[in-house]
């Protein structure tokens, strides 16, 4: 059993904070309000960054004090939307929001995870019929071991997922968002995630 806080209480974040409980976790759901959510990152061992994107930088460097010497799983795809309210271009192109958190939070240990997705798919990854592939992107082992095991409470198989290295790997699955509007409107939010056939 972990203490985990997730931030966010979209889609994203209710989707996850459900499934970790049900998993046997102590999990505080927190939303933006920023003393709430110092609160719920102060007691919890591992923090969800569920929170929409754009704004998440500010919103978690602020949180620099209480998310020391945590793990930070960061779920989030930093993008400017379309017109129909769709991912339309990356926010930090030639880096990534991961690489942009681990730089402003030196304390923290980031992990990119589980954002190359349809959120159902996070926590029900056994519902697709293909094999579907969850990444992992930081410069921590530890950390990534930690997030592996998670991934596995939320019933993913070992060889489901793919550790790509360092924390600018993340660049590469935060780019893959630019699929997402346009599979979205071929084929509607059916559930899909982005993986790796061998």
Excluded: C
Aim: net charge negative; glycine share 8%.
């Amino acid at each position: 059993m972990t203490t985990i806080a997730v931030l966010g209480k979209g889609r994203v974040g209710g989707n996850l904070a459900a499934a970790l409980a049900r998993a046997g976790h102590e999990v505080t759901v927190a939303d933006r309000t920023p003393g709430v959510a110092a609160d719920a990152a102060r007691t919890s061992r591992i923090v969800i960054n569920a929170t929409p994107g754009a704004g998440s930088l500010d919103r978690l460097a602020a949180l620099r004090e209480e998310l020391r010497d945590k793990i930070l799983v960061d779920v989030s795809n930093a993008t400017t939307d379309g017109p129909d309210g769709l991912p339309a271009d990356l926010i930090y192109p030639g880096s990534s929001l991961a690489e942009q958190l681990q730089e402003a939070l030196p304390e923290t240990r980031v992990v990119k995870t589980l954002n190359t997705m349809l959120f159902p798919v996070m926590t029900s990854p056994a519902t697709l019929p293909q094999t579907p592939t969850a990444f992992l992107s930081g410069e921590y082992l530890q950390a990534k071991q930690t997030v592996r095991e998670l991934l596995t409470d939320l019933g993913w198989q070992k060889e489901w997922i793919t550790d790509l290295g360092g924390i600018q790997t993340a660049r590469a699955t935060e780019a893959a968002i630019l699929f997402v509007p346009h599979v979205i409107r071929s084929a509607g939010f059916t559930p899909f995630a982005i993986s790796i056939a061998r």
